[in-house]
């Protein structure tokens, strides 16, 4: 059974001193996840370890880094590597983010290399993929998607396969107040697991959680996680409000 997910991404929004306030209002709403659930929180690298400290032990709630290095380690100032991710526990790494694509300008190799080194250290990649509203527009959103699929995940093996999480992004709904419809979102996500079924077969591509992101709100998210191949939400503006998010994440099936 594929997990169910709310991952919040805040960003590069907050103070340590509000990210820890946000957190705490959060969790003390105490929310028992069951197995088939996950709470996941994607702070700044700063706030990282306190983030997993205020998390441990409380069952199917994880941290997630944001982005990570496509090298190993060396001389490449301001860059975190996969290893420091791992070595404060954190078991989530978010790549290949829309923002990233377009301000970094992350190509589909340099994210294949940075799957490896994820999947290398044991840890789960959140792997973001989706079109902007031109290509939506002129109706290629489909091949558009399978591309950036292909590219950056079809040299994987099927047992490493099983280990990844996509996130389908419109970037036309991302902090627009814009949201795919839910035939939309499901339409995406059959084809997203189509093409995926296509290269590593059925089972893995029926086991693969794909989760949306796209201003996923608190009144919006029973109707979208409701979609059969909607497995959750990755939140970007309302996981930074505490009620809000405790109520994407109590929408989960």
């Excluded at 370890?49 to 090298?71: H, L, P, R, T, W």
């Excluded at 526990?89 to 940075?114: C, P, W, Y």
């Excluded at 591309?147 to 950056?152: G, L, P, R």
């Excluded at 035939?183 to 590593?200: C, I, K, S």
């Amino acid at each position: 059974m594929r997990k169910k997910i709310a991952a919040a991404n805040w960003k590069m929004n907050l103070t340590v001193q509000e990210g820890e306030k946000l957190l705490d209002e959060i969790l003390k709403d105490k929310i028992v996840l069951n197995d088939n659930q996950q709470a996941i929180f994607a702070v700044p690298f700063p706030y990282l370890q306190i983030a997993q400290e205020k998390i441990s032990g409380m069952k199917n709630y994880f941290v997630a880094a944001q982005d990570c290095s496509d090298k190993k380690s060396g001389a490449y100032t301001g860059e975190v590597s996969v290893d420091m991710i791992a070595s404060l526990q954190v078991t989530h790494v978010i790549i290949g983010h829309s923002e990233r694509r377009a301000n970094f300008n992350e190509s589909s190799q340099m994210l294949a290399d940075k799957l490896n080194l994820i999947l290398a250290k044991g840890l789960t990649p959140i792997f973001c993929c989706g079109e902007s509203l031109d290509i939506r527009e002129s109706g290629k959103q489909n091949d558009f998607v399978a591309t950036q699929i292909s590219e950056s995940l079809f040299h994987l093996e099927p047992a490493l396969m099983e280990k990844v999480v996509i996130a389908y992004e419109p970037i036309w709904a991302i902090g627009t107040g814009k949201t795919a419809t839910t035939a939309e979102a499901q339409d995406m996500h059959v084809h997203l697991r189509n093409t995926l079924a296509g290269h590593f077969g059925d089972k893995i591509a029926a086991d693969i959680s794909i989760l949306y992101g796209g201003s996923v709100k608190g009144n919006n998210a029973v109707e979208l996680f409701s979609q059969p191949d909607v497995d959750g939400g990755l939140v970007g503006g309302a996981s930074l409000n505490a009620q809000e998010f405790c109520t994407i994440i109590k929408s989960l099936p």
